[in-house]
Nanobody, 124 residues
């Protein structure tokens, strides 16, 4: 299984970025897909997740209203649209695939395939 994240970069505060995560080696449509991030010296943080049919999404409190997760099962790809970026959003963003319980898409332990991540840096 491979999860390849892309789309990171350097952006000014208030700007936008769109991350993509291309999956291979798994039946993509059978998995919940999530985005997580980790800043230097901090623990991994849940960002967003989406179920297989795109009928259910979940967001971390710090990104609600600014980030939007979506997926295209035909392309085996999950996206994270990030708007109104803040310096505190700076982190390595990774995508993951798993089967968390219904209503608990943020349950990190239920994600068992992880990608290497892409760096997002937001300057003030």
């Amino acid at each position: 299984v491979q999860l390849q994240a892309s789309g990171g970069g350097l952006v000014q505060a208030g700007g936008s970025l769109r991350l993509s995560c291309a999956a291979s080696g798994l039946t993509f449509s059978r998995y919940v897909m999530g985005w997580f991030r980790q800043a230097p010296g901090k623990e991994r943080e849940f960002v967003a997740a989406i179920n297989w049919s795109s009928t259910s999404t979940a967001y971390g409190n710090s990104v609600k209203g600014r980030f939007t997760i979506s997926r295209d099962n035909a392309k085996n790809t999950v996206y994270l649209q990030m708007n109104s970026l803040k310096p505190e959003d700076t982190a390595v963003y990774s995508c993951a695939a798993g089967r968390p319980p219904t209503g608990r898409l943020d349950y990190t332990a239920a994600y068992y395939y992880w990608g290497q991540g892409t760096q997002v840096t937001v300057s003030s």
